[in-house]
């Protein structure tokens, strides 16, 4: 079955694209929780006008998401965090650390938008994380996680 997805889902699509999934998952899930409409003719008129209609705005989205990574891939974060001997933290460096050291450097970046290496950073040292900027945008993000 093919549906128009309204909004940006993952690991399916973002939104307005026309998207194959099964029947179920469909029905029973997209289309109540109104995720996606069915893709019939006209609603794929109607979602063609749509994007056209965007397309002015997705450029300058664009444009202010490459301004974005450049300022982005030339900061690099310290983190402090309580160490115990080897250089081992107690507890763990997470996405919404990262977010706050961000944010308190005038960033608007949410933490669903921050990869992070690996689940939790246990140890001292040098890391780099990536950020979803904009749909296909990333950014890289270095950070450093010190005793503090």
Do not use: C, W
């Not at 996606?36 to 006008?49: G, R």
């Not at 891939?73 to 933290?89: D, H, I, P, Q, Y």
């Not at 992070?116 to 990536?130: L, Q, S």
């Amino acid at each position: 079955m093919e549906v128009i997805l309204k909004q940006d889902i993952k690991n399916l699509g973002f939104a307005d694209e026309i998207v194959k999934v099964r029947n179920g998952y469909g029905l029973n899930y997209l289309i109540p929780r109104g995720f996606a409409v069915i893709a019939n003719e006209s609603n794929k008129k109607i979602n063609a006008e749509t994007v056209k209609q965007r397309a002015h705005k997705i450029n300058k989205l664009r444009m202010d998401a490459d301004a974005l990574v450049a300022k982005l891939e030339s900061v690099t974060l310290s983190v402090g965090a309580k160490v115990g001997e080897n250089g081992k933290l107690f507890g763990s460096i997470t996405s919404q650390q990262l977010v706050d050291k961000l944010t308190a450097m005038g960033y608007e970046i949410d933490k669903k938008q921050i990869t992070m290496p690996t689940d939790h950073i246990k140890k001292t040292g040098a890391y780099v994380a990536e950020i979803n900027v904009h749909r296909d945008i990333k950014a890289k993000l270095n950070f450093e996680v010190v005793e503090g």
